[in-house]
């Protein structure tokens, strides 16, 4: 779905709906994340997305496996906090996954790069985490639903961590109380798919 | 003691840089300069978090042949190191170590240890007893 699209078009314009959406959202991201940690999530995600912004004319004339490599290094010299490293790690691995040996089609390299952030971050499903998103993420794109399916399925994933315990990072440290808020990285994530989605559609022939 | 660069280096990491370089000066009045040391506190623009990129530089800082331990405080601060160290590369980052251990009086412990000349995998140990 994403690979017949590769070109400079494609990875520039990723780059500026995923800053676009972040700059938007950063002050409610950053408002979850004060409910149930340190209040910087919004602020972090959008330091690193103006980070990549600002490689923007290298980067998308990349191929567009080494482009999500290098986004994913940008995120994480740039973004810190858990989000930086995870993120990262996301679009590292994808991008290594889709450059190597060329039998690795878009789900299978998705699905490696889930379970590389999963062991980076120590974190299960229902953990209340990004995880949270993007393993639903996954199973629609498996099972070939449509762009909208895919954003639709986001978004009701990091609905569902409302009522999820915290197990991992700082929102860990207030046991049941974490029950109740959205966890912020869900929330980021759940917004960064969507609006890939979104452009996506508009992007192909209708 | 040992010639500096003959021993095991200490990185400290926090979210704060007033926190990293307090703990940084408590293991100089400890050890004097004879342990290399470097700290990483704060985000990339200076507030409470930590970075991968700042962590990485810190590493370099402290680098030692004999190895480096790394301390850190809350989960950010751990999942940075472990990126800053797979970017140090093979195979310097096989000789960096994240410590299961208190920042304060591990990095202390630590570079005592590491002071007397000891091997990585003793200062880690040493520094690791303090977390049962």
């Given at each position: 779905m994403?690979?017949?699209?590769?070109?400079?078009?494609?990875?520039?314009?990723l780059?500026?709906?995923c800053?676009e959406?972040?700059?938007?959202?950063?002050?409610?991201?950053?408002?979850?994340?004060?409910?149930?940690?340190?209040g910087?999530?919004?602020?972090n995600?959008?330091?690193?997305?103006?980070?990549?912004?600002?490689?923007?004319?290298?980067?998308?004339?990349?191929?567009?496996?080494?482009?999500?490599?290098?986004?994913?290094?940008?995120?994480?010299?740039s973004?810190?906090?858990?989000?930086?490293?995870?993120?990262?790690?996301?679009?590292?691995?994808t991008?290594?996954?889709?450059?190597?040996?060329?039998?690795?089609?878009?789900?299978?390299?998705?699905?490696?790069?889930?379970?590389?952030?999963?062991?980076?971050?120590?974190?299960s499903?229902?953990?209340?985490?990004?995880?949270d998103?993007?393993?639903?993420?996954?199973?629609?794109?498996?099972?070939?639903?449509?762009?909208?399916?895919?954003a639709?399925?986001?978004?009701?994933?990091?609905s569902?961590?409302f009522?999820?315990?915290?197990?991992?990072?700082?929102a860990?440290?207030?046991?049941?109380?974490?029950?109740?808020?959205?966890?912020?990285?869900?929330?980021?994530?759940?917004?960064?798919?969507?609006?890939?989605?979104?452009?996506?559609?508009?992007?192909?022939?209708? | 003691?040992n010639?500096?660069?003959?021993?095991?280096?200490?990185v400290?990491?926090s979210?704060?840089?007033?926190?990293?370089q307090?703990?940084?000066?408590?293991?100089?009045q400890?050890?004097?300069?004879?342990?290399?040391l470097a700290?990483?506190?704060g985000?990339?623009?200076?507030?409470?978090g930590?970075?991968?990129?700042?962590i990485?530089?810190a590493?370099?800082?402290a680098?030692?042949?004999?190895g480096?331990?790394?301390?850190v405080d809350?989960?950010?601060?751990?999942?940075?190191?472990e990126?800053?160290?797979?970017m140090?590369?093979?195979?310097?980052?096989g000789?960096v170590?994240?410590?299961?251990?208190?920042?304060?009086?591990?990095a202390?412990?630590?570079?005592?240890?590491?002071?007397?000349g000891?091997?990585?995998?003793?200062?880690?140990?040493?520094?690791?007893?303090?977390?049962?």
């Amino acid at each position: 779905m994403l690979v017949v699209l590769a070109n400079a078009a494609l990875i520039g314009g990723l780059i500026d709906i995923c800053r676009e959406v972040i700059a938007a959202n950063a002050d409610h991201l950053s408002e979850l994340d004060r409910a149930i940690g340190d209040g910087d999530h919004g602020t972090n995600m959008r330091r690193g997305l103006e980070a990549v912004y600002a490689e923007r004319s290298r980067l998308a004339y990349l191929p567009l496996p080494k482009a999500l490599e290098e986004i994913g290094l940008t995120l994480v010299m740039s973004v810190g906090g858990a989000a930086g490293p995870l993120y990262g790690t996301l679009l590292i691995e994808t991008g290594r996954q889709l450059a190597g040996s060329g039998d690795v089609d878009f789900p299978r390299a998705l699905e490696r790069a889930i379970d590389a952030v999963a062991r980076r971050g120590r974190a299960s499903a229902g953990d209340k985490t990004l995880l949270d998103v993007l393993y639903p993420v996954h199973a629609e794109v498996v099972r070939r639903a449509g762009l909208a399916g895919v954003a639709e399925q986001a978004e009701r994933a990091a609905s569902l961590t409302f009522g999820m315990k915290a197990m991992r990072g700082r929102a860990s440290f207030l046991g049941d109380r974490s029950i109740g808020h959205i966890d912020p990285g869900a929330k980021s994530c759940a917004l960064l798919t969507a609006a890939i989605c979104r452009f996506l559609e508009e992007q192909s022939p209708a | 003691m040992n010639p500096k660069s003959a021993n095991v280096g200490i990185v400290i990491v926090s979210h704060s840089p007033l926190v990293a370089q307090g703990a940084a000066d408590m293991v100089r009045q400890m050890v004097g300069d004879c342990v290399p040391l470097a700290w990483s506190g704060g985000n990339a623009e200076g507030g409470l978090g930590t970075h991968a990129a700042g962590i990485l530089a810190a590493i370099e800082r402290a680098w030692s042949e004999a190895g480096v331990a790394v301390f850190v405080d809350l989960g950010g601060a751990e999942t940075n190191s472990e990126m800053a160290i797979e970017m140090l590369g093979e195979p310097r980052s096989g000789r960096v170590i994240i410590c299961n251990a208190p920042l304060v009086e591990g990095a202390v412990m630590a570079a005592a240890e590491a002071s007397g000349g000891a091997a990585l995998a003793r200062v880690v140990a040493t520094a690791q007893e303090l977390s049962p």
